[in-house]
């Protein structure tokens, strides 16, 4: 049977093979961590393979050379209409799901099988950023150091702060359209 390899993502439940990003060889017909049953991410060989910062970082620069340039010619080539300057005052919208539209799924990310991460990650590939999203794909309890063992269900969101893996505090939005805010003991 064709084999390939892959680690493990299921952090949040306390697999030591997730924890340690195990590198696992499996069958490709039964592509699952051998401790907790979990479907494993593919790891490619690293040879061949998209830097994908390396691109974002190319296309970003592109982009500002692009309006630079944009910029230069427009000064150079103004036309009569050009001359009447126009201010836009923009009021940010109250921080509400519906306003930044938390509920919705993000279109990148981390994907941790239980949920979807948006933010930086340590060299562990946890969450360890100051004002990240985790958007939940399953019912999960939103952070293992939480006492009142609360459950974060289908859909929901949490935006906050998260060292190590670990939710400290942030904001969680609610299904039912309620916010509450959280904060947990390290």
């Known amino acids: 049977m064709p ?13 030591p093979k ?24 593919e ?7 998209i830097n994908t910062k390396l691109i974002a970082a190319i296309a970003s620069g592109i982009l500002v050379l692009g309006g ?24 940010p919208k109250e921080d509400t799901p519906e306003s930044t539209n938390l509920l919705s799924k993000p279109t990148n990310g981390t994907d941790l099988g239980y949920a979807v991460w948006t933010g930086q990650v340590d060299e562990n590939g946890l ?7 985790m958007y939940f794909n399953e019912r999960h309890r939103i952070s293992p150091n939480d006492d009142q063992e609360r459950y974060a269900e289908i859909g929901e969101s949490i935006v906050g702060e998260y060292v190590n893996g670990k939710l400290v505090q ?7 359209g309620n916010v509450e805010v959280i904060m947990m003991g390290m």
Do not use: M
Request: hydrophobic share 20%; aromatic share 8%; glycine share 16%.
């Open 43 to 49: 790891k490619s060989n690293g040879g061949g393979g």
């Open 127 to 133: 969450p360890n950023d100051t004002n990240g999203r």
């Open 170 to 176: 942030g904001k969680w939005y609610k299904k039912d």
């Open 68 to 91: 630079i340039g944009g910029g230069f010619y427009k000064y150079f080539h103004k036309s009569d209409s050009d001359t009447e300057v126009k201010k836009t005052v923009v009021t």
């Open 3 to 15: 084999k390939k390899t892959g680690v493990c993502i299921n952090i949040g439940g306390n697999c």
């Open 18 to 41: 997730a924890k340690n990003r195990e590198i696992q060889t499996a069958d490709v017909t039964n592509f699952k961590c051998e401790h907790c049953g979990r479907e494993l991410r």
